[in-house]
């Protein structure tokens, strides 16, 4: 997951590092080292996701009660 920004002809540096940063953004990498700083067990990993699961399920239901499919 190697990201880098070439700096263009008459860009500057801030503008570079911007478009550096949304790119980062956009492929999701502070995330993932803010997730993997610590150690999680197997079974906390599984739990962590079961949640994550439950909770997009609860937000689909719910949109589609507000547009009246349900």
Not at 36 to 55: G, L, N, V
Request: charged content about 45%; some cysteine.
């Amino acid at each position: 997951m190697s990201t880098g920004v070439t700096v263009r002809d008459n860009e500057s540096f801030e503008q570079a590092l911007r478009r550096f940063k949304r790119k980062c953004e956009k492929a999701g990498i502070l995330s993932e080292v803010k997730r993997r700083r610590f150690y999680e067990k197997p079974s906390e990993t599984r739990k962590r996701e079961m949640i994550q699961a439950r909770k997009k399920m609860l937000r689909k239901l719910a949109k589609q009660r507000r547009s009246g499919l349900l």
